[in-house]
């Protein structure tokens, strides 16, 4: 399997998925304490203004549909949905989620973690690319 989408992209949108996934609802929108005083919980809380979110739709805005198709694939293959056997098929159904390819990969609350399953279910990892953890 040859991927059109690079390494570094993939790893960059695990990073950004990341940081997407560890946000909690905004449980008080009018909040008007300081950080020492709420122990700093407005740092993660989805306010709306999010810029994990905005990269990750900026990075999936600039990818080609087939390297769309690819992520959304890598995924389905990482949350167990198709083996890796299965490449063609996983890509063939990624690829009418491709429109939206933004929506799906925000849509998954799993979903870093099974891109990063399925690029290891081909032996691709983001190790040495600069620090995931």
Do not use: H, K
Request: negative net charge; glycine residues 8%.
């Amino acid at each position: 399997m040859d991927l059109s989408v690079s390494l570094e992209t993939l790893c960059r949108i695990i990073l950004r998925a990341r940081e997407y996934e560890a946000l909690i609802p905004d449980t008080d929108p009018d909040e008007g304490s300081n950080p020492s005083d709420d122990g700093n919980v407005d740092a993660i809380e989805d306010d709306g203004d999010n810029p994990a979110e905005e990269e990750l739709r900026a990075i999936a805005g600039d990818l080609a549909e087939d390297e769309q198709a690819e992520v959304i694939a890598l995924a389905l293959i990482g949350s167990g949905r198709y083996e890796a056997e299965e490449w063609a098929e996983a890509l063939t159904d990624a690829a009418e989620e491709a429109d939206d390819a933004a929506d799906w990969m925000l849509g998954q609350p799993t979903f870093s973690t099974d891109l990063e399953a399925g690029m290891a279910a081909f032996g691709l990892s983001c190790d040495g690319l600069g620090t995931l953890a």
